[in-house]
C-alpha cells in the first residue's frame, strides 16, 4: 500500500518517488554550499521521497552546536531514528509546519524518536525566540556561520528547498526525505513508523 494510500488525503498531490539523485547531483549541491551560495526558501512542488533498506546512501556525520550552547553529533542519534527539519525564523512555510513537527515530536518522542533542527540562516537569540513564540520544544543545531551540518547532509541527500525534512534511520542513512512545507503531520507519522519498524541495527 502506497504512503497516500496510507494516510488518505486527496486534496493535496503528494509525488512518492523511491531513488535517490545522482552523485553528480549530490557533488553540485555540496559544492554551492561550499561556495558560500545560500538562496534560503524555494518554493517549489511538495514532494515525499521514501528510499528502500537497500538502496540508501552512507550515514550522515556532522557535529554542530545548539542554539543554547552545547554541542551535538551524529554519535549522539545512533540507533535511534532521528528526524532533521532544516529551517531559518522569517520563512513562512517553517512557521507554518512548525506546529505539526512539534506534534510529531510529542508523539514518538518516548519510541526512540529525535528531532533536531538545522537553522541555516539565524542567530542562537532569534532561534530560541522562535522555538519560544512557536512552542518547539526540539533543539536545533545554529549552522549559519560555516554551513557545515547542511553540508555533510548535502554529501548524500539533495536539500534544495527549505523547509526540508528527513528521517533517518538508526544506523543514521537518510530513509526519507520531504522537499517544502510539510502538509499534515500525518505524512511525517507515517514515515516515522516505517523507519521504526525496521530492524535495529
Known amino acids: 500500500m502506497s504512503l497516500r494510500e496510507r ?13 535517490l539523485s545522482g552523485c553528480a547531483a549530490n557533488d553540485a549541491l555540496a559544492e554551492q554550499y561550499r561556495d558560500g551560495s545560500e538562496k534560503g526558501y524555494i518554493s517549489g512542488d511538495f514532494q515525499v521521497v521514501e528510499i528502500p ?24 542519534y ?3 531514528v532521528l528526524v ?6 522569517a520563512c513562512g512555510p517553517c512557521i507554518v509546519e512548525a506546529p505539526l513537527l512539534e506534534e510529531v515530536w510529542q508523539n514518538y518522542q518516548s519510541e526512540g524518536v529525535a528531532f533536531l533542527g538545522v537553522n541555516t540562516y539565524d542567530q542562537p ?16 543545531v545554529i549552522d549559519v556561520k560555516d554551513g557545515t551540518v547542511k553540508l555533510a547532509f548535502a554529501q548524500v541527500t539533495p536539500i534544495q528547498a527549505t523547509p526540508t525534512t528527513l528521517v ?5 542513512r537518510v530513509a526519507a526525505r520531504i522537499i517544502g512545507q510539510l502538509a499534515t503531520a500525518s505524512i511525517l507519522s507515517t514515515l516515522v513508523d516505517d523507519a521504526l519498524v525496521e530492524d535495529s541495527p
Open 78 to 80: 545512533r540507533g535511534n
Open 168 to 172: 533517518l534511520d538508526r544506523d543514521g
Open 125 to 140: 537569540a532569534t532561534a530560541l525566540s522562535f522555538a519560544r513564540d512557536n512552542n518547539v520544544t526540539y533543539p536545533s
Open 7 to 19: 494516510i488518505g488525503w486527496p486534496s493535496v498531490v503528494l509525488a512518492v518517488v523511491i531513488v
Open 53 to 76: 533498506e537497500g538502496e540508501r546512501g552512507d550515514p550522515v556525520d556532522f557535529e554542530g552546536v545548539i542554539e543554547t550552547g552545547e554541542p551535538v553529533s551524529s554519535s549522539d
Open 84 to 89: 532533521v527539519n532544516f529551517w531559518y525564523a
